[in-house]
């Protein structure tokens, strides 16, 4: 062998060595420290959308984190540990609601937080409200991270003029504030950031160049933006510039027709005509006036060239079914579901069980089952064409309970041709992957976040069984079965 293959050699072989070194030091398991307190949850079955179904593992839980996760005839718990047996249970990542309004009704806000824990609910992203309201819910929840769901804000809906939730209109109170210019707009969108906003909302009377403004400055600042599509903007438009996610798939239909630039310019006629006319008042008309024209009239070649742009300009659809599809599927209707009422302060139970009774036999409006079929039908289409879906509610409007709510939406994105694991990946990783937190969330790995839920049944073989809860870990916290009844309790006895 000459000189320079024995050199060659010899650094193949160190290099060799050193990455065998190397590797074997990464696969060493991470210290147990016998000295802190830990909490195991042995021969469980681990669910989350990455891994799959895992059977027979061991969870250990130090301080807030996830320490370990191997087979259960692999790992030992220490002697100090608190053990949970998960044997014929299953583990899966805490849950998020990422469409809610803590501050839609006053009377309700007080309790979300524990109806959302109660439902295995962790985290949850606030999709408007009046800063000087939502801000101090969320320095409550980061002061207190073991005894409340994590809280991400958008502050106010930041829409045009006239503005729909301007709060002088029955229904409708203050979440949003109205901007007529681009640098009010940015103005508006700096102001936020100060506040410490984690994503801005836009709405749906913006002009389209307030609208890119928003977007513009948001870019600046890292805020993602989600929203409605403005009533003057198709979604194609609003996609490629910078949305990153639309909220009840808002105005889709009306970009899925052959014809949607002459109904377009239909529509900002109405919009210029409008403007004495409440946001709110102007905007139901104008969805009424194409919103079924459009549905009769989908055409799968734009609709495909729309969903493709989406895809490929990473604009995410939170489709928010429980609301899309409330006056088909018609909750308050249900016994049961007005049973839960009962978790709500006194006045808003008596309130919702007497217009839900009111309205529960009323024949179901054709309009609104084309409406929802529609919906289920353009879900279904989303996995295939690479758009990423998030679940929220909307809770609390048209009755949906915070907490049992999500639940719904879980069973709804079901029904509409996903599969219960795409589902439970729409409501942990993907929310996670939103705000750059899937290193910290989403998944049962060691290092994460210790936000947990062990269910008594299987939720990939029914995704209603996400409501089999036995108990919640939140930031390492053990609510037990009886912390949670204790919980419920304590809303019902009010």
Not at 343 to 372: C, E, H, K, M, N
Request: net charge negative.
């Amino acid at each position: 062998m000459n000189r320079q293959k024995i050199i060659l050699f010899f650094y193949l072989s160190h290099f060799l060595i050193l990455t065998l070194g190397f590797s074997i030091q990464a696969c060493q398991p991470s210290p147990i420290d016998e000295s802190k307190p830990s909490l195991a949850i042995t021969n469980v079955t681990v669910i989350d959308a990455h891994q799959g179904q895992l059977e027979n593992m061991t969870v250990l839980i130090q301080e807030n984190r996830i320490l370990k996760v191997e087979k259960s005839e692999d790992l030992s718990p220490p002697e100090s540990s608190t053990v949970i047996n998960g044997q014929g249970k299953y583990l899966i990542p805490g849950l998020w609601d990422a469409h809610v309004h803590l501050t839609y009704d006053a009377d309700i806000t007080p309790a979300m937080f524990d109806l959302f824990l109660i439902n295995g609910i962790t985290s949850i992203r606030d999709t408007g409200g009046k800063i000087e309201l939502v801000k101090p819910l969320k320095e409550e929840a980061n002061n207190n991270p073991n005894t409340s769901p994590r809280v991400m804000i958008s502050g106010p809906l930041i829409d045009g003029i006239p503005t729909v939730y301007d709060g002088n209109t029955p229904g409708r109170p203050e979440l949003g504030v109205g901007v007529g210019t681009p640098d009010e707009a940015r103005v508006l969108v700096r102001q936020l950031k100060n506040e410490g906003v984690d994503l801005l909302k836009a709405y749906e009377m913006l002009q389209p160049e307030v609208y890119q403004a928003v977007l513009e400055e948001a870019k600046v600042h890292g805020l993602p933006v989600t929203g409605h599509v403005p009533l003057s903007m198709d979604v194609v438009s609003a996609s490629k510039a910078g949305l990153n996610s639309i909220e009840h798939m808002r105005n889709l239909e009306m970009s899925c027709t052959r014809d949607w630039s002459q109904l377009m310019e239909i529509r900002r006629k109405e919009l210029a005509n409008g403007k004495e006319e409440t946001g709110g008042a102007l905007r139901s008309r104008l969805h009424q006036l194409h919103r079924y024209q459009a549905i009769a009239n989908q055409d799968p070649a734009t609709r495909s060239e729309v969903l493709s742009a989406l895809a490929e300009n990473n604009t995410w659809l939170v489709p928010t079914l429980t609301i899309l599809a409330a006056r088909e599927n018609r909750v308050w209707a249900r016994p049961k579901w007005r049973a839960d009422y009962k978790y709500l302060p006194d006045s808003v139970d008596l309130q919702w069980t007497t217009r839900s009774v009111g309205i529960a036999d009323l024949p179901v409006d054709s309009l609104a089952v084309v409406f929802a079929n529609w919906g289920y039908d353009m879900v279904s289409r989303l996995p295939d064409a690479g758009v990423k879906i998030m679940a929220g509610t909307d809770t609390p409007i048209a009755f949906l309970t915070p907490g049992f709510s999500l639940h719904e939406e879980l069973r709804l994105l079901v029904k509409s041709g996903l599969t219960p694991l795409e589902v439970l990946e729409a409501a942990t990783i993907r929310p996670a992957e939103y705000f750059n937190m899937e290193e910290e969330l989403g998944t049962i790995e060691e290092g994460k976040l210790a936000d947990l839920v062990l269910l008594k049944q299987n939720p990939l073989e029914d995704i209603r069984n996400s409501q089999s809860i036995d108990i919640v870990i939140k930031n390492g916290n053990l609510l037990n079965r009886e912390t949670l009844a204790m919980m419920a309790k304590k809303l019902d006895d009010k």
